[in-house]
Every structure is written in C-alpha cells, then in structure tokens.
C-alpha cells in the first residue's frame, strides 16, 4: 500500500541551493572538457581538438541547465516531510518514490547540519538516525526555525515513546 503524501514541503530556497550545486557540478566538468581540449590540441591535430572541446561544451551544457533548470524543481515537487503519530513520514525521489517512516521509538539522535553552501542561502538539514541497516534519514533545505521546531518535537515524541 503506497501512503499519501506527506504534508510539508522544504523551504522553497532549497531549489537555489541544489540549481548551485549543479552549477558548481557544471564548472568543474567545464574546466575537465577545457583542459581536455587542451590536451587534445597539444596531441592531436586542431579540427580534432575544436570536435572534443564542442562535444565536450554541448555536453557540459546540457548538464548544466538540465541541473539548473530542472532538476531542483523536480525534487522540490517530490520532496515531503510530516511528523505523524506513527513517526516521521518522509516521501522523496523525482522518478523512483521512496515513501519512509521513521517509527518515533527508533530514533536515536537528531541533528542538524548546515554546510557552507547550505549556510549561504539560509538553510539546513535534519539528520534522523536510527538502529537500523537503513541508518535513518533526512531532511534537506529547512529554514533553521522550522528545522529547530521539528527537532523538538523529534525529541519530544521520542522521548514519550522511550518512556513508555
């Protein structure tokens, strides 16, 4: 049986950091297909050099606005989070779905991590780990006090079903 979806979404500035990333994806795959062309202009002669470093650009930039424009606003369509009675409900995936909860009972810890670029646009994640082979989950590009609300009410129900 597949469960609805859950009823929250990330923060919407959560696409800016992911199209980043795959900006900064497509800059270092850019500088590989320069620095290829480079090498094959060195080696090879100049008509084969200008064919890898085209198909190599074309390449990069497909990628590149493929990342940017498209694939954040994917997952942020398909990215869901909500806190249940049963525990945490998590459903994510652009193409293949994984729909995940996360008994409250099984919680062990729950932490938020923020990088440099998750820190540059405002956001964090909540990391939700557990006993279990799957290790736990998480929840990217929250605003730092929905994520300081959620962990507290992590903790909370964690806490009451431990005592239990």
């Known amino acids: 049986m597949i469960l609805r979806d859950p009823a929250l979404q990330l923060d919407r500035r ?14 270092v795959l850019g ?5 290829g062309t480079v090498l094959a202009a060195l080696t090879w002669s100049t008509g084969g050099a200008i064919l890898v470093g085209a198909l190599g650009g074309a390449a990069v930039l497909a990628l590149a606005l ?14 869901r989070y909500e806190v249940t009675e049963l525990g945490l ?14 008994p409250h009972a099984r919680v062990q810890t729950v932490d938020v991590e923020s990088g440099p670029l ?19 989950t998480g ?10 609300r959620l962990v507290h009410e ?3 129900r964690a806490d009451v079903e431990e005592g239990t």
């Open 14 to 27: 959560v696409q800016r950091l992911w199209a980043a990333e795959a900006l900064v994806a497509a800059a």
């Open 139 to 148: 929840i990217p590009g929250l605003a730092p006090d929905i994520a300081d």
């Open 66 to 79: 493929g990342g940017v424009m498209v694939a954040p606003r994917l997952a942020y369509a398909r990215y």
């Open 118 to 136: 998750l820190r540059a646009f405002g956001l964090v994640e909540v990391r939700v780990t557990t006993a279990s082979a799957e290790g736990g």
């Open 89 to 102: 409900y998590v459903a994510h995936g652009r193409f293949w779905r994984r729909w995940q909860v996360v």
């Open 31 to 35: 500088a590989l297909v320069v620095g």
């Open 154 to 156: 992590l903790a909370r």
